[in-house]
């Protein structure tokens, strides 16, 4: 892959975004849920996150040099759980399949935090599946450190 041009989303990517979630839904792999719920979770998620006020939120498209879309970040103003003060708080990051180790998503998460650092935001946050060991490594490499872990137990 050679040039990655990140540029805001406009309406125009929403069905390319939700085309990922497939994606996102399958590395779940929690087998206390199933598959379709954890997709429906997904799309519920992108539905409430798309519904917030544009000034509240940013959304990154990554492309290459063909505008053939590669991955996407949505980033939405929050709120710190232990300090209260008003965070940044990433709710989604996708790329396709082909982007992959491309450097894509360190990329978009760049774009996620620079916008966070214009609103003003100390802190970006963002939640990961535990058992998803690979995004676990890339956000580790970008220099986030855990800060919680919700644990389940079926009944």
């Known amino acids: 892959m050679t040039a990655i041009r990140i540029r805001v989303a406009t309406p125009d990517d929403r069905d390319f975004m939700f085309d990922q979630t497939q994606r996102l ?3 779940a792999a929690l087998p206390w849920h199933a598959e379709r ?17 544009e000034s509240e939120t940013a959304c990154f498209i990554a492309e290459d040099e063909a505008s053939q879309r590669l991955g996407y970040v949505f980033a939405e103003a929050s709120t710190d759980f232990v300090t209260l003060e008003p965070c940044a708080y ?25 916008w966070a650092r214009q609103q003003g935001f100390r802190l970006i946050c963002l939640d990961v599946f ?5 995004a676990r490594a890339f956000y580790a490499r970008q220099g986030y450190q855990d800060d919680s872990l919700r644990l389940a137990k079926p009944l």
């Open 25 to 27: 839904a399958a590395v």
């Open 130 to 134: 535990a058992n998803n060991q690979r």
């Open 90 to 114: 990433v709710t989604v990051l996708a790329v396709t399949e082909a982007a992959e180790s491309q450097g894509v998503a360190a990329r978009l998460m760049q774009a996620a935090e620079d």
């Open 37 to 53: 719920d954890v997709l429906a979770f997904q799309h519920r998620y992108m539905n409430t996150a798309f519904a917030r006020p």
